[in-house]
């Protein structure tokens, strides 16, 4: 991801759902939802940020997601240790198809 300007060619490719701390054994953690909308095989890294209360980044988790077919769907999880007490926004910062 050190390589990737701005957000990446793969944002749009890219959607985030938060999942209920009970399905995430008391973890802040989102569903990310990564779709290949090309016309040839493409691998992906995604950068999730999660954010306090204040908007603040206090934790960051990556992901990869190889050799997604045309038009099929991955559905890995971003969890975050970071502050179980309270609830934490999620978004993706990154996301890179190669």
Do not use: W
């Amino acid at each position: 991801m050190a390589k990737t300007q701005g957000a990446g060619n793969a944002l749009s490719d890219v959607t985030l759902t938060g999942l209920p701390k009970a399905q995430a054994a008391g973890f802040n953690a989102a569903l990310v939802t990564v779709v290949n909308s090309t016309s040839s095989t493409a691998s992906y890294a995604i950068k999730v940020e999660f954010l306090d209360e204040t908007g603040k980044v206090v934790d960051t988790s990556y992901l990869g997601v190889k050799d997604l077919v045309p038009g099929a769907k991955a559905t890995p999880t971003a969890f975050s240790p970071i502050d179980r007490d309270q609830a934490l926004v999620s978004r993706v910062a990154q996301a890179q198809r190669y």
